[in-house]
């Protein structure tokens, strides 16, 4: 194998091979986190020929959240692959293979033979999935366990899920504030929500308890806040446990009782059980904070604030 082009071809196709076997591994693991590293941004999913239906395209993360809602139901999966058949051409790959799955709850099986359909392309060095679809060749067993897979995820996700759901509503919460809508604001607490803000300026609450009274603190923010930005630069890091969040967060707002632009990095702690927010501790640099709402100028910030403190 002299020649460049057919070593590039062969590193390409072993490559593919492995996001192929990868698939299946994070399946039968339950590692929602690995496997989404191997789709692009959107794929379209096939499964029509063994569970009805047509065709469907969506993104990673909702192809993520599907898996998570069904697969961790079954008390054992094993998938294998075999005669593998790969086509490279300007970029793409077209690749198959036939896959055999035996799928296990409590004493029943349901066992599939069948062939996967899979495109990619290459993305920053990677081969990623963007078509992935499976054709049913034969079935045996109790395919209605599958229903059974799905009650039993739904009584009790796995960590991947309750972590996503809890980002979700930390996302939300954020948009919420960007898009002024109150409504929004207002769903993601629970009754008993508290917001803790250790480094607030005098004035200003470092505390506030109850859904009710979270309302009330951000009632005034659609009058005082312009143009705002809470999510281009939000990045996640993983807690042991999947209900809390840390998330690192710009804020860049104008503000509108005083006309001066308000720049803050936060890090905000976030309890979410059951997807809706129970304790927020909001940690930022109260200096930025006292500039943009012009405290220092011996103002009432109660007149300056996001809602009544």
Known sequence: MNDPSDLETAKDTAAITTVLEGVVNCFDRGDYESLGLLYSDHVEMDYSSLLGGTAHKKTREQQLMDWAELLPGFDLMRHSLNDFNIRIEEGIANASCSVAGQLYVGDKVWEVEGLYQFRLHKRSNHWRIFKHSFVLKSENGNGDILETAKNRA?????????????????????????????????????????????????????????????IKHYSAWPENAGEADFTSNLKFYPMISPEWVFAEFTGEVEILTTGREYNQIYGGLFHVPHGKIQYYREYFNPEPFRFAYDLDEGKDPDHFLIGEP
């Open 154 to 214: 739904k009584a009790h996700p796995p960590a991947f899920l309750k972590r996503r759901k809890a980002q979700a509503a930390v996302v939300k919460f954020l948009k919420a504030l960007e898009n002024k809508d109150m409504d929004a604001l207002a769903d993601v607490w629970s009754e008993k929500a508290v917001q803790d803000m250790p480094y607030s300026p005098d004035g200003f609450p470092d505390v506030v308890e109850g859904k009710a009274n979270l």
